[in-house]
């Protein structure tokens, strides 16, 4: 299996930045890290090698890339704007410099993004931010009202948590491409978090936009779970 350490100072976000990219060629699937990991917490939880047949036959290629999170979602001693507008040179960090570099490196058009846990957050977060640049999205045990990370509710708060913003999307072109995009929500019955990727669910459905959601028997909030879970759904949808 092929492994690809790439490093650059991204000038999105002024920072240098890390990824990993396993396997030769494929469905690129970016791969967003949980709350606290990193872009090597993939293999090191056993995902890769979990997906090591699908890796190895050239099905998918793995680009896991590492987050800002501790300078967005999670830097509760920054104002709420602020932590958004970090948010959103993270995702122009990743339209203009990631997506480039997967392209130049795969030619393959079609685009998965997944996550567990606040991973999948993100995934749906970016997949229903910028309809049509993602063509399937598996969240496993994600969260997806986002209110209780902010003490002060704004519009960037409004136009960065789904349940929100989903029940008021409205122009065309932004329904099209969503409507287009293979959505799965997986998540344990048990999880704390299953009645936000319920709610999630309806709201798609109430804007025509299909969706699969999956509720797995018990929690379901750990890597053996999402193992099994990414190797059902990487390929489509029971």
Not at 166 to 191: C, S
Not at 222 to 227: E, K, R
């Amino acid at each position: 299996m092929q492994r690809n350490y790439h490093q650059w100072y991204s000038p999105a976000l002024q920072r240098s930045m890390e990824l990993l990219i396993f396997g030769h060629g494929g469905a690129p699937v970016l791969v967003f890290p949980t709350s606290a990991g990193r872009f090597y917490e993939y293999e090191d939880f056993g995902m890769v090698r979990a997906l090591g047949h699908q890796i190895s036959q050239g099905w998918v290629q793995l680009v896991c890339v590492d987050s800002v999170y501790a300078e967005s979602w999670y830097n509760y001693g920054w104002d709420t704007n602020g932590r958004m507008w970090r948010e959103e040179q993270y995702e122009h960090y990743l339209l203009t410099e990631v997506l480039p570099l997967v392209r130049h490196l795969n030619p393959t058009p079609y685009l998965i993004a997944t996550g567990c846990s606040f991973g999948a957050t993100e995934a749906l977060h970016f997949t229903l931010r910028h309809p049509g640049v993602v063509n399937r999205v598996i969240g496993l045990s994600g969260l997806y009202d986002l209110r209780r990370f902010f003490a002060s509710y704004t519009d960037a708060v409004y136009f960065h948590n789904p349940v929100d913003f989903v029940p008021n999307l409205h122009e065309q072109w932004r329904l099209d491409r969503l409507r287009e995009t293979d959505i799965i929500l997986v998540t344990g019955r048990d999880d704390p978090a299953a009645w936000s990727n319920d709610l999630l669910s309806q709201q798609l459905w109430g804007k025509g936009i299909g969706n699969a959601l999956r509720l797995w028997n018990g929690w379901c909030h750990d890597w053996p779970y999402w193992q099994q879970m990414i190797n059902t759904y990487v390929s489509g949808h029971d």
